[in-house]
Nanobody, 115 residues
C-alpha cells in the first residue's frame, strides 16, 4: 500500500510563491511516476506538472515558466514550486503516484490566491 501526504498549501497574495511537498510512504518502486494535479471550484481535476517514465517533465500551459516540479528520490518526495501565483491558480492540489498500473492520490492541499 502507498500513502501520499501533501503539505505546503495556504493563502497567498497575487504574485506570491508557495512550495508544495508530497511525501510517499509504503511500497515504492523506482519506476513510479509522480505528479501534481489540481481541481478548482466548479472545475474538473487537471494536470499541473508531472514526471514522465523517462524522467522528463510535463507542465500545463497555464503554469509553464511559473511552476517547477522536482523530486528527491531518497526521500520519496516530490515538490511543486509555485511562483507568480494568480487567482486562477486557486484550487485543491493533489499529488498522484502511479506504479505497476495502480494509481494513488493524496488527500489534497488547498491553495488560495487572493487578488
Amino acid at each position: 500500500q502507498v500513502q501520499l501526504v501533501e503539505s505546503g498549501g495556504g493563502l497567498v497574495q497575487t504574485g506570491g510563491s508557495l512550495r508544495l511537498s508530497c511525501a510517499a510512504s509504503g511500497v515504492i518502486f523506482r519506476s513510479n511516476v509522480m505528479g501534481w494535479y489540481r481541481q478548482g471550484p466548479g472545475k474538473q481535476r487537471e494536470l499541473v506538472a508531472a514526471f514522465t517514465r523517462s524522467g522528463s517533465t510535463n507542465y500545463a500551459d497555464s503554469v509553464k515558466g511559473r511552476f517547477t516540479i522536482s523530486r528527491d528520490d531518497a526521500k520519496n518526495t516530490v515538490y511543486l514550486q509555485m511562483n507568480s501565483l494568480k487567482p486562477e491558480d486557486t484550487a485543491v492540489y493533489y499529488c498522484r503516484l502511479s506504479q505497476w498500473g495502480t494509481e494513488y492520490w493524496g488527500q489534497g492541499t488547498q491553495v488560495t490566491v487572493s487578488s
